[in-house]
């Protein structure tokens, strides 16, 4: 296994401590601030859908006031009930469309107004090619005898709704306003259905309402982004609003995201993230319209979103790099000064190795490193005079082997001669044994021969007992 000095892990020590360090608070931050943006992104989009809220609601505020007012109008309730009882003549014709058309002037935002009977037919209008009309539909599924019996100044506002002809009504949606046409009796004579573009509910959004109200600016955090936008879209999932990255997308864009379900299915207003009708993952806030039957959206790409976060990040990484790089000569340094005494401590020892017991560490330092130097100096101290002492006795240990050695040999001559006469006694004990164990033997070999007879003898005198015993009584 390869070693590595000191100094080198010194430096990778510090240098990834260092890498540890700046990795971490990046990382941190990041997510910090992420988290922060994020939030703060939601606040910022759920302000400007509540303040484009407020400015919606006032252009719808503005149409029944406008509906109102052309209802209330003295010229337009004079004609009207001439019409009605059929008292009308081609001069009060003229002058009553002449009187339309010169109050159309006074309204961009109003391309077509109509006079209709109670049965909701238009009976005139400031077009030629409108008699005749049926209208009923912009009761918005109220009975007729609803709409007969309602107040006067009271103002029905329509959904938005495809437009069916291009010669009343430009390509873009519009919404139609009702209120009743009272006498001077507050008799129902008919009613008045105006026709509202909304091109200018467009100019709301895109804040050029405001530049024309004289604001300077209109509609600034969304226009600066190249990804956000602000729209609305109909309960039939239907964009009615121009879209800046689609074309034609007005009552052509399906619109079905999360904030369009919540609106109209659970009535919640919704903030946060989710995926566009591009496909894009976007945040967004919503503000719902029920009464008009719209969701207004207002929302940015999470991509752009992070853009300044992810540019900062980067530049943290740079950041982190260059300390990364600094620490590592910075520990470089530090190891070289506060290694520069260890390594003269390191280099005597290597002289020790080497059998030079004669040098001794300096250092200069006035540190724990000069405590152990003076500690290893005493060491090498005690080392040499121990060395001293034990050359000392080794002379000594060789005088006593020289003593011991002529001992020795005096008393291995003494234990041979032992040997030597303790064999030969050894022999004759021996031989003198041999000659008792052959007497023993002969000795052996009379005994048993004896008890041999001995045994005879007996048996043959009980022999003759028995006999004898038998002859008496014979």
């Known amino acids: 296994m390869k070693n590595f000095s000191l100094s080198y892990k010194l ?60 209802s209330s109008d003295g010229l337009v309730r004079l004609y009207s009930e001439k019409i009605a009882k059929n008292e009308v003549t081609e001069t009060d014709l003229k002058s009553f469309r002449e009187h339309l058309k010169s109050k159309l002037k006074l309204d961009a935002s109003i391309q077509l107004v109509d006079v209709l009977d109670k049965d909701m037919k238009v009976v005139f209008s400031a077009e030629n090619g409108r008699i005749g009309h049926d209208e009923i539909e912009h009761l ?20 938005t709704m495809v437009v069916e002809h291009e010669q009343y009504h430009p390509d873009n949606p519009v919404f139609h306003s009702l209120a009743p046409i009272m006498d001077s009796e507050g008799e129902l004579i008919g009613f008045i259905l105006i026709h509202f573009s909304s091109e200018y509910l467009n100019k709301i959004l895109l804040g050029e309402m405001q530049l024309e109200e004289g604001a300077i600016t ?34 052509n864009q399906k619109v079905d995201t999360e904030p369009v379900k919540k609106c109209f299915e659970n009535k919640e207003e919704f903030t946060g993230d989710y995926t566009n009708y591009l496909g894009k993952n976007v945040f967004g806030a919503s503000m719902c319209f029920l009464d008009y039957d719209m969701v207004l959206l207002v929302e940015i790409g999470e991509n752009e979103l992070f853009t300044h976060l ?16 600094a620490s590592i000569i910075l520990a470089f340094l530090l190891a070289r000064i506060f290694l520069k005494d260890l390594m003269g ?34 060491m090498l101290d005690s080392i040499e005079e121990s060395r001293k002492k034990l050359k000392e006795a080794e002379i000594d240990l060789k005088e006593t082997n020289k003593s011991l050695e002529k001992r020795v040999q005096s008393r291995t001559a003494e234990l041979e001669k032992f040997k030597g ?4 006694n050894v022999d004759q004990k021996t031989a003198e044994l041999q000659k008792k164990l052959i007497e023993l033997e002969k000795f052996k070999e009379l005994t048993i021969g004896r008890e041999l007879r001995m045994i005879t003898l007996k048996k043959q005198v009980e022999d003759l007992k028995n006999n004898g015993k038998k002859q008496i009584n014979i």
């Not at 918005?140 to 959904?159: N, P």
């Not at 992810?310 to 790089?325: H, P």
């Not at 250092?363 to 405590?371: G, P, Q, V």
């Open 11 to 70: 430096v990778l020590f510090f240098s990834v401590f260092v890498l540890f360090v700046v990795g971490f608070i990046s990382a941190y931050a990041y997510v910090e601030s992420a988290e922060v943006m994020e939030e703060q992104v939601k606040k910022d989009l759920s302000a400007i859908a509540e303040a484009t809220e407020g400015q919606v609601f006032m252009f719808f505020k503005s149409i029944k006031v406008l509906t109102a007012d052309w």
């Open 140 to 159: 918005e599924g109220r009975k007729l005898e609803d709409a007969q019996s309602m107040r006067f100044g009271e103002v029905i506002v329509g959904k």
């Open 218 to 251: 209109g509609q600034k955090f969304i226009l600066e982004q190249k990804t956000a936008e602000m729209y609305l879209v109909n309960r039939n999932r239907l964009m009615i609003t121009p879209s800046r990255f689609t074309e034609h997308a007005i009552l």
């Open 310 to 325: 992810k540019k900062e990040r980067n530049d943290i990484v740079i950041a982190g790099v260059f300390a990364f790089l």
């Open 345 to 378: 401590i390191v280099a005597v020892a290597k002289e020790i190795v080497k059998g030079n017991f004669s040098v001794r560490a300096k250092i200069r330092s006035k540190d724990e490193l000069r405590d152990l130097a003076e500690s290893f100096n005493e």
């Open 421 to 424: 006469d303790l064999e030969k």
